[in-house]
């Protein structure tokens, strides 16, 4: 059995991303998510799902350079739209935003439309308990 650290395969992973224009700091956030699946024991939101990322991202369903905006707000409630952005990138930067509007408003709440697969919840979930927050993903 072949057996390799996180830090490799994510050295590995890293090229393929790269090459298709992710930004380095996004290209780090994807391979980081795929890895940290696997490492979680979610094997079938990680790596396995990492060639169909390549597919869709060559075939224009997923795209490199874009990433979420907001379209409406209404205090703590917002709505963003992902513009085919990497679906890790859009839900992470969706649950940021819902953290900071929790701090203002006492709760958070960011509804994200036209994304990709954001693969496991609960690395959004973790996001949030780590800023001292709950969240439903």
Known sequence: MLVLSA???KQ????FLLERNFSEKAANIIADAFVENNLEGVDSH???RFPNFIKATDAGHVLPTEGPKRVASFG???QWDGLCGAGPLNARAAMD???DLAKEFGIGCVALRRTNHWMRGGA????AADAG???IC
């Open 7 to 9: 830090d490799s395969i």
């Open 12 to 15: 590995r992973v890293l090229p």
């Open 46 to 48: 990680g790596l396995a």
């Open 76 to 78: 703590a409630w917002e």
């Open 97 to 99: 935003r819902a953290i």
């Open 124 to 127: 959004y979930g973790k996001q």
């Open 133 to 135: 927050y709950a969240s």
